[in-house]
């Protein structure tokens, strides 16, 4: 161990000499943990997804309070794309959003949609500026597998706009992209350039946003201090937020799943 850092002999041990729990462990073991953390009174940082199901998500979500706040890493809110995004569009319409998450990943049980598209279905609920409603999904991945390699979702927000989602980690190139429509303009985003622009609906000329410089991880450790330390909650997730991200993904995969049952049943033996 390096010079001056304490050797810590349990998960209880560094609980109680905690102030605040970071938990960046595999998902299955996020609900445990945290359920610990604030049982024990201690603020909790989560990473992405807050858990594995949304019944987990809401009761971890119900349980926290001013003494141990929960709050998730879904610190995509924090690219200078979507804040500068969710500044602009404001005081506009939302009509619609399209995004894009793909490019390869690690292997595992849980699929495309709960590591890639839970990200995106925060977004549109956080620039949308509300409820979001699945309303069909269309997915594929390797037969007997709990999660899907690639999908397409449809969803709509109930302040009116409606939205595309296209998630795949089988594609070779990573790209992370936006266009978010609004009743006078049209934003294209990069999430992985940190580029924005946009073209008046009307038509006109495509010009570039100018964009902070600040660094996404570095912004949302400033949000949840400032938030720690009693002041407004502001752009970082809560655990409320958290919850209905795992919740939508849910939908999502049902949606899929329900999809390819009627597709394989059309399809005859």
């Known amino acids: 161990m390096p010079p001056g850092v304490a050797r810590l002999d ?15 462990t595999p998902i299955e073991t996020h609900e445990g943990l945290v359920a610990r953390a604030l049982g024990s009174r201690r603020h909790v940082l989560v990473e ?3 858990c594995v199901t949304a019944t987990e ?3 971890l979500s119900a349980s926290a309070r001013s003494g141990a706040m929960l ?3 879904h610190s995509e809110r924090f690219n200078p794309v979507i804040r500068t995004l969710a500044r602009l569009a404001r005081g506009d319409r939302i009509v619609a959003i399209d995004l894009v998450r793909v490019g390869p990943s690690r292997p595992d049980n849980w699929g495309a949609l709960v590591n890639l598209g839970v990200h995106d279905l925060d977004l549109a609920a956080y620039l949308g500026r509300g409820e979001v409603a699945v309303h069909g999904g269309l997915g594929a991945g390797p037969p007997g597998s709990a999660g899907g390699d690639l999908a397409h979702i449809l969803f709509s927000t109930d302040a009116g706009a409606i939205g595309h989602l296209y998630v795949d980690r089988t594609v070779a190139t990573r790209q992370r992209t ?10 294209e985003g990069d999430l992985l350039a940190q580029r924005l622009a946009r073209t008046p609906a009307a038509g006109g000329a495509r010009t570039e946003v100018p964009l902070p410089l600040e660094e996404p991880l570095a912004a949302q450790a400033t949000a949840l201090a400032d938030a720690l330390d009693g ?20 939908s999502a995969m049902a949606s899929c799943a329900d999809r390819a049952e009627k597709l394989s049943l059309a399809s005859g033996p």
């Open 10 to 24: 349990s998960e209880g041990e560094a609980i109680s000499r905690a102030e605040l729990v970071v938990i960046a």
């Open 48 to 50: 992405k997804p807050l």
């Open 57 to 59: 998500a809401y009761a």
């Open 71 to 73: 709050f998730v890493g």
């Open 178 to 187: 936006i266009r978010l429509v609004t009743s006078r303009w049209v934003y």
């Open 231 to 250: 002041g407004a909650i502001r752009e970082i997730a809560t655990g409320a937020d958290g919850a209905r991200a795992v919740a939508l993904v849910e």
